[in-house]
């Protein structure tokens, strides 16, 4: 059974950091693929970020570049999103999401959501 845990979130200034971790299980191979996904009050679902954990192959989406960063720890069962200057338009819930299988995030499984909040 595929088990996704999210944490890091909160609240936290403009311009500031946090750095959100989802640990997993139930992986049996290293051909799956495992992000993150936000959605902000009465907007839909996004994809922010993806890693592959076959190549490390990592995926953002165009808002984030440049201030997100995505990594994988195979040993620890553990995936972060470091998020650095923060904006008020980041804030939203964000979700882990696994697919078992590929090199992009499609939302096979999900995680319960950490909510982020970013003041201005």
């Known amino acids: 059974e595929v088990q996704l845990v999210e944490s890091g979130g909160g609240l936290v200034q403009a311009g500031g950091s946090l750095r959100l971790s989802c640990t997993y299980s139930g992986f049996t191979f290293d051909d799956y693929a495992i992000g993150w996904f936000r959605q902000a009050p009465g907007k839909e679902r996004e994809g922010v970020s993806c890693i592959s954990a076959s190549d490390g192959y990592t995926s953002y989406t165009d808002s984030v570049k440049g201030r997100f960063t995505i990594s994988n720890d195979n040993a620890k069962n553990t995936m972060y999103l470091q998020m650095n200057s923060l904006k008020p338009e980041d804030t939203a819930v964000y979700y882990c999401?696994?697919?078992?299988?590929?090199?992009?995030?499609?939302?096979?499984?999900w995680g319960q959501g950490t909510q982020v909040t970013v003041s201005s």
């Open positions: 999401a696994a697919d078992l299988y590929g090199r992009t995030c499609h939302g096979e499984y």
